[in-house]
């Protein structure tokens, strides 16, 4: 077995079971994943020119975009790093959905900051969701 950062075990004697020394995990935002269970990662990629539908409007993708997609328990995760974005969800649709309303929102919110409001990795986040989308 192996534990992620926040994932705690903890050893108990169970009265009901002869004193019998067992192990049991605790979830927290970072599973207990037994080996058998291992997480799998998979990534699509979503090519420039793809359309988008939002509910305020159609987009198209200016630039290529990978999702890298994976289970932790009952909940499925789409991700992109350099966005710094995760959708969540107990199907994989919510997981995209959710990822789809992130997107969006940064889109507009990045849109609407002066750079000179933003420090660090702002200004390239700024610049990285001012090119991604275009209206169709």
Do not use: C
Not at 18 to 42: G, P
Not at 101 to 113: E, I, R, S
């Amino acid at each position: 077995m192996r534990m992620s950062n926040l994932a705690l075990v903890d050893e108990f004697y169970d009265t009901d079971m002869k004193y019998k020394r067992h192990k049991i995990s605790v979830e927290t935002a970072d599973m207990f994943v037994n080996t058998e269970e291992e997480l799998k990662v998979w990534s699509y990629n979503i090519i420039p020119g793809t359309i988008l539908l939002f509910a305020i409007g159609t987009f198209r993708l200016r630039k290529p975009l990978t999702v890298k997609f994976h289970k932790e328990g009952r909940w499925f995760f789409a991700e992109n790093e350099v966005l710094v974005i995760t959708g969540v969800g107990e199907t994989i649709d919510q997981a995209i959905e959710d990822f789809r309303t992130h997107v969006l929102y940064f889109v507009n919110y990045y849109k609407n900051l002066s750079e000179n409001n933003l420090i660090g990795d702002a200004i390239r986040l700024k610049k990285i969701f001012n090119n991604l989308l275009e209206a169709e």
